[in-house]
């Protein structure tokens, strides 16, 4: 499976945007990339995906870059309650089951 | 709309004992399941996933089985736990290719 590097740790201060940045050097053509946030005792949510053009909806926007090799969470103002683990993982578009791994992910700590 | 159920949410158990963890998913039908743990501080670890009735594929070696006797239902066990099988488990979904995950809210699992 092709990896994902994410930072561990990010900070923002409450209502400000936040960027999430998220590198996948190795991704294929067909791999889609997919966002979720894990909040404390929960289980992972679904935040949002895309493949190659940007991406927005009511959670947050996915920005791609044009080489695929990295893409950027945004949520464009940071809330108490977007304090969560944001992983960035990879999915290929090959029918059926998806295998995917969960890497660490980003902390986010937002500020009040 | 769909929805994932798991159950118990909490569970403490003695070592040496059996475990069973079921889990069931309403408003769709033949999605991908999946069973994932995460150990305190750590990432998600893909344990099984199953594409169909009878279906079972296992990721990694352990004490741990899995099974799925209907379309919606996913159940995990072991015969004996192990300290080392403590842990947050997760139970997801998912339908079609390149599309989200869906997650249920988890069972937290403390062997003792």
């Known amino acids: 499976d092709a990896k994902t590097t994410q930072p561990n740790s990010m900070e923002s201060n409450e209502e400000e945007p936040v960027h999430l940045p998220c590198n996948h050097s190795t991704i294929s053509g067909t791999d889609y990339i997919h966002w979720y946030r894990q909040l404390p005792s929960q289980g992972p949510e679904y935040v949002i995906h895309g493949l190659t053009s940007n991406v927005n909806n009511r959670m947050a926007s996915l920005a791609i870059a044009e080489d695929r090799k990295s893409s950027t969470l945004i949520l464009h103002r940071a809330t108490l309650r977007d304090a969560a683990v944001y992983y960035c993982?990879?999915?290929?578009?090959?029918?059926?089951?998806?295998?995917?791994?969960f890497g660490i992910g980003t902390k986010l700590q937002v500020i009040p | 709309s769909q929805t994932i159920h798991q159950w118990p949410a909490t569970l403490v158990q003695p070592v040496g004992s059996p475990l069973s963890l079921e889990c069931t998913v309403e408003?769709?039908?033949?999605?991908?399941l999946y069973w994932y743990r995460q150990a305190a501080g750590r990432g998600l670890q893909l344990l099984f996933y199953?594409?169909?009735?009878?279906?079972i594929s296992s990721e990694v070696p352990q004490n741990l089985s899995a099974s799925r006797p209907q379309d919606r239902q996913f159940i995990l066990s072991s015969k004996k736990l192990l300290l080392s099988d403590s842990g947050f488990y997760l139970c997801a979904w998912s339908v079609g290719s390149g599309m989200g995950q869906f997650f249920g809210p988890g069972t937290r699992l403390t062997v003792l």
């Open positions: 408003g769709t039908s033949n999605p991908n």
């Open positions: 993982i990879l999915r290929a578009n090959s029918g059926g089951y998806q295998k995917v791994t």
């Open positions: 199953s594409v169909g009735i009878g279906q």
